[in-house]
């Protein structure tokens, strides 16, 4: 109670005290961070590699990218200022590193080389890391894909931070991403099994990512056309199972995973890419795990397999033989047979052709041409290649391998692969100063190499591989010497004396425990190591002792951490221990002091095993309140902890006393908020003046010891790479080396920012100490340099022990073999200290006690012996006297241990086989509930008795009250449609009643007759077998779901048994018999009074009578002389009785035979009944079974159907869903048609605009220099339209890199910023024509460079307008396709909706035939394919319909006769009239031919015939006077027009002259112009404008054409009323 009371404290008083600071591990210090700075940072990362220019290559390596000099190996870092490097890009022509950073909501930066300035931020939608960069070859745009959620590809343009577009794709895990160099519009995205080529397309300043994944192969290299599932190409059409519908119909998904369903037997897995690059020819190389090149077309999206080429023939003979001997070779051995190629792991493309590499470690070249490829062999560096770059002048090939070392191909030379750097990409694992500390420090990696580095610019001078894993590492204040310890409990020593040739000189195996630390006291006296186990090994680090183990401690907890403080005045050593004490959440510190007596009476200090005596030196322990992960002492017994239960640091001040019986818990004096989160652990300075902290957040923080103000925080290392390992300071004080855990980084930290009395204070320390040590140091150098280099013994290296091997090695204590015959002692090849001690101490005690032991041997085996012969005895003697074998056992503790032994194993094994019986009496209990208890009907069978027969009834289930209510619902509907069914077919009837009455009697007849046949359309016999079929559905009415549901639930009602009226009253008579019976047993009171009275019988039966025997008279017993005449005649009547009674009983006996005989017969006629009824049954039981099949049958056709409709229901949601999907992406399609066209046709303009505005600077151009010679302007003109050469162009005609050449990608600014420099040449005055003046030419000149600008911009709008065209047209046609598909998708909606109608309608009816043969006349089976079933009540309405017709068509027939008679008559009455009225035709036509005349016919008509004549002529004379004044009257209108007329010819006639005058001017003119022309060479505008004076001419001709038509047409039309008013008289 009370830790955790302490605890809560803890955290409370962390939690004040973080408020306090206000800061976190999220918050930047500015001031504290410029108080330390980067000196160099150290390490190796092949996970991201690249070059920033030709000389200079960098790499992403913890928080910091390294830029390093391959000529010079100078390295410069680059730090990632909130926390590790996540995805990493470079780009050589720019110049530019981009990289993320790894926290939540990440960021892009953006620096420039070698300046590592800042330029831009990209901020994205990530949230949680970013997996992969990649820069455009040329221009500003950079790629990015992030990783989980979003897993987003997007493309920015970096120089203006600008997001040009992004698409997701979910749950792809991508592995490798670049830009084709050819065009930056085109990316290959490659994950773990696909590839997905990218298209980036644009209008104006839109960005659209178009995404076209690539079929890859498979496994075997087998490439096979994509097969859409969810839209097949082919169906079929089954009558009876019906259409072919896709898989994920069938398996009843509707969704969107519907569309992308795949079954498990269609996947195939494809190839798994491992490297692509780029072609010249915009084609992609991709290497496969399988082994398999691959060559896909970028544009296309096809894939090929590269091919080897065939060699020559003698050549394929050698590679055959070279196959089969590996072949033969690889059987030997037993390993698998593998033809493929070993895979390529990286992949490089120049000019020649692309080179390769793999895990082998071989460079290959291969020669492609037409898909085959030619293969040689460049270089061997027997290490693994990751990747493969090109510097960006392709003058060489870096090789980076797995390990860490670097490899330069130069191509060129094609010589041998030259080792460029000499890394190792392993972790640090520790890292100290090399005495003075000042100019050298040393660091091992896991994997064993010691490399030491100049601590000025971090150089690594030199390095030496153990070829072990490491584990710690310290370097030796008093001499040049470092100790390494290793996994497997050895420590290395080193001579350092030459920085630039280490060597080991010696070697000690302590333990088989791993080595944790490592630690030197000050003075450089003694060498402590931890291990595991709580062994602590004290060991005299002093080279001239040969690096003396003087013993070990083994402390009863864990060892946390261990501290070394060094009292030089004293000559004392005072190590402190932190223990985990697992019982309660508090640390314990024991201390104890080492003195300079253990070096030189070391025989005294420890015993013959190697351990100190606990009198060897005072233990001092002390209980801390809090739990601590790492503590540090100062001279002053200040101790300092981190604890683990709160984010804070713990100041003790502990007493001087010795608290190792019962100590006291110690609070904590001070605590100090860390704001560190995770385990960490504190170092102290030297001079004990400052104190530094680590944690898992990668944060180191420097506390002033005397205030514990935080003086300095550097965020150098991360959370993600495990957080600082260790760190360290240097003597001097002046330098920090900091490690991590996993980011494989070596940080060298220095002061920036410091007090100068701090300084000061470290540097005196610090002289002070070298002014101890450096006689001593001297001393011991020159017996290190004197030390003969350790060799390594190739039983005892690593590489002669298995890793398993080693992993079982700690679980012995020792590697020393005694038997117990002997004593004899083996020794292993390879044994630890401890287990030399051990070994020595067993030699010693053996030939210390070898007579005693001798001795107790002999006695043992007298022992045996006489135990032998008492057990021998024991075996002579009676049982009752035998002894128990386990009685002449001497060592019964033993004997009891080995029977608790026996007694838990016998109690183990009962234990087991009750619990086996209990869970078979489990499943006992489970099967007969099951299979017995849960049927309301058991299981029963009848077997025959003379005969192998047996019929069983069928066992039933109770049935559940849902199946109750289901078929209670149903029938209830059935009901109700049967009623109305009913309804209905009586309003038929009511309308159909003038049916005759016999036609009636004959369906009735007929229909009593169908009755015994329906059982064909039923389906089944049920009927005939007590099932009620009235209440199931009709087979032809079954055309919804609900029906056949309802018809399935209605076929699985139990049968009833059908009785008659008499087996009805027979079954009721025997049920009331059987009830008085019942009734007449439970009444007892007649066969108890029956029981009393006369035993239980009514009379005396014969048989009782005669099992009777006739008692013989008492005299029997005497001699039968001395009987008496009485008794003899007594005795005759006796034998006469005995004789009757046998009588009798031999003829009751003959009766019961006869009976025994009738009663056999009588038994063997009712088994033989029985057995015939049985078989009879079976038979019934036969029949009944397949009428349950028959109905069986009918429930799976109609489940079948259900199953089937509801796929085609699925089916169509699936394509209403998918249809909905491409509704909406129409819809926006559409959009994106309209708004390309919009900007389309606005760019349009803007075009054609500038196309004006170039064209109008050329025309202003002569007018502009009009004053100017002839000959002058003409020069002038061809210098305005010369141009220069490309300077980029000229510069990459002989460029080696293969994509030198592309065109296209380079920026409109930058193209002419380029031209406007090559302009400068041309616009120099030595140029200039002679006679021109400076001030025309300054003028020409910008008027020149003004019209190339016009010309680029109409080049650029050209372009930009033909991609946007493209674009346009690219929409279009996905619309198109697009509305094609809803198209597809409409016909097949329209096509499932008419199967559903169809097998709705096309029912599955089934017959119950007879069975037999059947004569036909023909012996063609008829094609019923076209039929049609339809109910016979339906054809039988029919034909009831079609002799309702016909009896109307009988009464219509008989009208229409009569009808037609009268037709007839009216018909002979019509002719009739019409001869009567031809007749009066006649005498009409008579009276018309008779001859009048017109004024016959006037004289008869007027009565004043004078009269009108007189006034008809005198209108005519009145006629002809108006006539003559019109006449006249148009005689003087002509006359006036000829006169107008001839007046306007002599005034045309003198313009004429006037124009005759004026084109003489004009030709004069022309010619002028002409020769202007020819001279100005402006023939284009010339011709056209000659081509619109021409028009205008042709214009004018068909006009003057038009006008000669129209008067010609007027004229005709004049005359054509003339003549039309002549002939015409006026009315009066």
Not at 810 to 823: A, H, R, W
Not at 1001 to 1015: I, M, P, R
Not at 1095 to 1109: A, P, S, T, Y
Request: proline share 4%.
């Amino acid at each position: 109670m009370a830790d955790a009371v302490a605890v809560a404290k803890a955290r409370a008083a962390a939690a004040s005290g973080a408020m306090a600071a206000g800061s976190g591990p999220g918050r930047e210090l500015p001031a504290e961070e410029a108080a330390l700075e980067v000196s160099w940072v150290q390490g190796f990362s092949n996970k991201s590699f690249g070059f920033i220019n030709n000389q200079t290559v960098c790499y992403p390596c913890g928080n910091y990218i390294l830029f390093l000099d391959i000529e010079t190996k100078k390295t410069t870092a680059l730090q990632c200022q909130t926390g590790p490097v996540g995805a990493f890009a470079a780009n050589a022509s720019s110049e530019v590193v981009a990289f993320s950073d790894q926290k939540l909501n990440p960021i892009i930066y953006i620096h420039h080389f070698p300046e590592l300035n800042k330029l831009t931020e990209l901020k994205g939608s990530a949230q949680l890391d970013y997996t992969l960069l990649a820069f455009s070859f040329t221009g500003p745009y950079l790629a990015s894909y992030s990783s989980i959620p979003e897993f987003v590809l997007s493309v920015w343009n970096w120089q203006e931070n600008i997001l040009l577009c992004s698409d997701s794709q979910p749950g792809i895990t991508a592995t490798s991403l670049s830009f084709n160099p050819m065009n930056w519009q085109q990316l290959c995205f490659v994950g773990e099994s696909s590839v997905t080529i990218w298209h980036i397309e644009r209008i104006e300043d839109e960005h659209h990512l178009k995404r076209n994944p690539v079929e890859l192969p498979d496994e075997q290299g087998s490439i096979s056309p994509h097969e859409d599932l969810f839209f097949p190409v082919s169906r079929s059409d089954d009558p009876y199972h019906g259409p072919d519908l896709p898989v994920s119909a069938i398996a009843g998904l509707v969704g969107d995973e519907a569309e992308t369903f795949v079954p498990r037997n269609s996947i195939k897995t494809s190839v798994h890419p491992t490297a692509h690059c780029w072609t010249a020819t915009s084609e992609i190389y991709m290497s496969c795990k399988e082994g398999y090149i691959l060559a896909i077309d970028a544009d296309k999206h096809r894939v090929s397999i590269l091919q080897p080429k065939p060699p020559p023939e003698y050549m394929q003979k050698i590679s055959d033989v070279v196959s089969y001997v590996r072949r033969e070779v690889q059987k030997k051995k037993g390993g698998e047979l593998n033809d493929q190629q070993n895979p390529m792991f990286s992949m490089a493309f120049c000019n020649e052709g692309l080179y390769a590499a793999g895990r082998d470690g071989i460079l290959l070249f291969y020669h492609i041409k037409d898909l085959q490829y030619e293969m040689k062999v460049c270089a061997d560096i027997s290490q693994s290649i990751s990747s493969l770059i090109f510097s960006p002048d392709y003058a060489s090939l870096l090789l980076v391998t797995d390990q860490g070392p670097v490899y330069s191909y130069k191509p060129a030379h094609s010589g041998e692969a030259v080792k460029l750097l000499d890394t190792c990409s392993s972790c640090f694992v520790a890292a100290d100063f090399l005495t003075p500390g000042n100019k050298y420090c040393v660091s091992v990696t896991i994997s064993g190499e010691v490399q030491v580095w100049f601590l000025e610019d971090g150089t690594c001078l030199s390095k030496l591989n153990l070829d072990i894993e490491a584990t710690a590492m310290a370097c030796c204040p008093s001499s040049n010497s470092v100790a390494v310890g290793t996994k497997r409990g050895q420590i290395y020593f080193l001579d350092v004396t030459k920085a630039e040739a280490p060597r080991v000189v010696h070697r000690i195996f302590l333990s088989n425990f791993p080595v944790l630390s490592l630690h030197y006291d000050q003075s450089g006296q003694f060498l402590i190591a931890r291990t595991t186990e709580g062994h602590v090994f004290i060991l005299d680090a002093r080279p001239s002792k040969l690096f003396q183990v003087l013993g070990y401690i083994v402390l009863a907890d864990e060892v946390l951490d261990l501290s070394v403080v060094s009292d030089l005045k004293n000559d004392l050593v005072e190590v402190m221990v932190l223990l985990n004490v697992a019982e309660v959440q508090r640390a314990r510190l024991e201390i104890f002091c080492l003195s300079s007596a253990i070096t030189t009476d070391n025989d005294k200090c420890v015993n013959d095993q190697g351990m100190f005596n606990a009198s060897a030196f005072k233990k001092k322990q002390y209980e801390l309140d809090y739990p601590l992960s790492s503590a540090v002492k100062l001279k002053d017994n200040i101790v300092y902890g981190f604890c683990t239960c709160a984010p804070f640091i713990c100041k003790y001040h502990l007493s001087e006393e010795n608290m190792l019986e019962d100590p006291p818990v110690f609070s904590s004096e001070k605590m100090i908020p860390s704001n560190q989160f995770g385990s960490g652990f504190l170092c102290v300075s030297p001079n004990s003046q400052w104190l530094a902290a680590g944690a898992k957040d990668g944060v180191l923080f420097i506390y002033s010891i005397s205030t514990m103000d935080i003086l300095a925080r550097k965020h150098c290392h991360s959370y993600q790479g495990g957080g600082i390992r260790s760190m360290i300071f240097s003597l001097d004080g002046n330098f920090i080396l900091v490690n991590d855990e996993n980011d494989g980084a070596l940080v060298c930290l220095k002061w920036k920012k410091i007090k100068k009395t701090e300084v000061e204070e470290a540097a005196f320390y610090w002289q002070s100490l070298l002014d101890i040590l450096n006689k001593s140091t001297s001393n011991e150098n020159a017996v290190l340099k004197s030390m003969a280099e350790w060799q390594f013994d190739p039983g005892s290296t690593s590489k002669s022990l298995s890793e398993e091997k080693f992993k079982e090695a700690p679980l012995k204590s020792s590697s020393v073999d005694v038997t117990e015959e002997d004593g004899n002692v083996t020794n292993t090849n390879d044994m630890t200290w401890i287990g030399q001690k051990i070994q020595k101490v067993i030699r010693e005690e053996t030939q210390r006690f070898s007579n005693q032991k001798q001795e107790l041997q002999m006695g043992i085996k007298k022992l045996r012996q006489t135990i032998q012969q008492m057990m021998h005895e024991n075996e002579q003697v009676p049982d009752i006297e035998k002894l128990e074998h386990q009685e002449f056992n001497l060592d019964m503790e033993e004997q009891e241990r080995l029977q608790a032994e026996a007694e838990q194993e016998v109690a183990r094994a009962r234990k087991e086989i009750e619990m086996e019986n209990l869970s078979n009496c489990y499943l006992q209990d489970f099967i007969k509930y099951e299979c017995w208890d849960a049927l309301c009907v058991k299981g029963r069978a009848v077997k025959c008795f003379h005969m192998d027969c047996e019929v069983k009834n069928y066992p039933l289930e109770e049935r559940s009250k849902e199946e109750l209510e289901t078929l209670e619902k149903v029938l209830r509907l059935k009901d109700t449609e049967t009623a109305d069914l009913k309804v209905q077919k009586e309003d038929l009837e009511t309308e159909s009643e003038t049916v005759l009455p016999e036609e009636e009697g004959k369906k009735e007849a007929k229909a009593v007759a169908d009755d015994g046949e329906s059982f064909c359309l039923i389906g089944s016999l049920s009927s005939q077998y007590g099932g009620d079929t009235s209440i199931l559905y009709h087979q032809c009415d079954l055309h919804t779901k609900e029906q056949r549901v309802n018809q399935i639930v209605l076929l699985k009602i139990k049968a009833e048994k059908y009785l008659t009226q008499e087996e009805k009253e027979r079954a009721e008579m025997l049920a009331k018999l059987e009830m008085e019976k019942r009734l007449a047993a439970t009444d007892d009171d007649r066969l108890r009074a029956l029981d009393d009275m006369m035993g239980g019988v009514l009379e005396v039966r014969k048989e009782d009578i005669l099992k009777m025997n006739i008692p013989p008279p008492p005299f029997v017993s005497k001699p039968e002389d001395l009987w008496s005449d009485e008794e003899k005649k007594i005795f005759g009547e006796y034998e006469k009785k005995v004789k009757e009674l046998n009588e009798e009983k031999e003829e009751y006996k003959k009766t019961l035979e006869n009976e025994w005989k009738k009663l056999e017969a009588s038994i063997q006629e009712t088994t033989q009944n029985f057995d015939e009824t049985v078989c009879k049954l079976s038979e019934r039981k036969v029949k009944s079974e397949m009428v349950i099949y028959q109905e069986e049958l009918k429930i799976v056709s109609l489940t079948c159907a259900l199953l089937l409709d509801e796929e085609l229901d699925t089916r169509e949601a699936g394509l209403h869903n998918c249809l909905i999907k491409k509704k909406k992406e129409k819809v926006k399609k559409a959009k994106t048609v309209l708004s390309a066209k919009n900007k389309v046709d606005a760019y349009t303009g803007t075009y054609k605009d500038a196309v004006d505005e170039e064209k109008t600077m050329e025309r202003r151009f002569r007018k502009q220099f009009a004053d100017t010679p002839d000959d002058v302007l003409e020069e002038l003109y061809r210098l305005y339209t010369h141009r220069p050469k490309s300077p980029r162009t000229e510069m990459l005609l002989d460029t080696p890199n293969p994509y030198g050449n592309c065109s296209g990608s380079e920026d409109y600014e930058d193209a002419l910023t380029l031209l406007m420099k090559a302009m400068d040449e041309l616009d120099s005055p030595e140029h200039m024509p002679e006679g021109l003046e400076q001030s025309i030419w300054k003028n020409f000149c910008l008027a020149r460079r003004k019209k190339m600008e016009s010309e680029e911009l109409v080049k650029r709008k050209a372009l930009t307008l033909a991609e946007m065209q493209a674009f346009f047209q690219r929409r279009t046609d996905e619309n198109e396709k697009m509305k094609s598909q809803i198209e597809n998708i409409f016909n097949e909606l329209t096509w499932l909706q008419e199967k559903k109608m169809k097998l709705q309608q096309n029912l599955i009816v089934q017959f119950v035939l007879k069975q037999g043969q059947v004569e036909l006349e023909n012996t063609e089976i008829p094609d019923y394919s076209d039929a049609i079933l339809i109910k016979k009540s339906v054809v039988e309405e029919l034909n009831c319909s079609i002799s309702t017709q016909g009896e109307k068509k009988i009464a219509a027939i008989i009208e229409f006769k009569d009808f037609s008679r009268g037709i007839r008559r009216l018909e002979w009455e019509h002719k009739k009239m019409r001869m009567q009225i031809e007749d009066l035709k006649e005498k009409a036509r008579d009276i018309v031919i008779l001859p009048i005349s017109k004024d016959c016919q006037l004289f008869l008509t007027v009565q004043n015939y004078g009269s009108h004549i007189a006034q008809h002529i005198a209108g005519m004379e009145e006629t002809l006077r108006f006539m003559d004044k019109l006449h006249e009257k148009n005689v003087k209108n002509h006359r006036k027009k000829i006169r107008e007329l001839k007046k306007s010819i002599r005034l045309k006639e003198e313009a004429n002259y006037e124009l005759s005058l004026q084109l003489k001017e004009m030709l004069v003119s022309v010619s002028e112009r002409r020769h202007i022309f020819e001279a100005a060479d402006t023939r284009d505008i010339s011709e056209k404008i000659a081509k619109q004076r021409y028009q205008e001419i042709l214009k004018q001709k068909n006009l003057r054409d038009l006008i000669k038509e129209q008067k010609e047409e007027f004229a005709s039309l004049q005359s054509e009323l003339e003549i039309l008013r002549t002939r015409t008289p006026p009315h009066i």
